[in-house]
């Protein structure tokens, strides 16, 4: 399954270091400042679950399962990556 994951952290000069190691053990790849993909087999609620503790009560975060319809344009991965993950998701369907 490939979750897009939105977040807002409203708390200038907090670090969040816990939240982007947690994503790199993950294996998300960064598209956007504030945005990833990542493919997991959890549904997007245990996802969130497991990311929230990272955030402090004031943030916002979004995941979203996402399917095989896509545009982009100067994503900060690879065009390249984000379409192999868009295609592994199409064949899991």
Do not use: T
Request: hydrophobic share 40%.
């Amino acid at each position: 399954m490939l979750h897009w994951i939105s977040y807002d952290l409203d708390k200038p000069g907090q670090d969040y270091k816990d939240l982007i190691a947690r994503l790199k053990e993950l294996k998300a790849v960064r598209i956007l400042k504030s945005d990833c993909l990542l493919e997991n087999k959890a549904e997007p609620e245990a996802v969130r679950n497991d990311l929230q503790r990272f955030l402090d009560a004031n943030d916002r975060i979004m995941v979203s399962e996402v399917y095989n319809n896509a545009a982009w344009n100067n994503l900060l991965a690879g065009s390249d990556v984000v379409l192999a993950m868009y295609e592994r998701s199409a064949r899991k369907c």
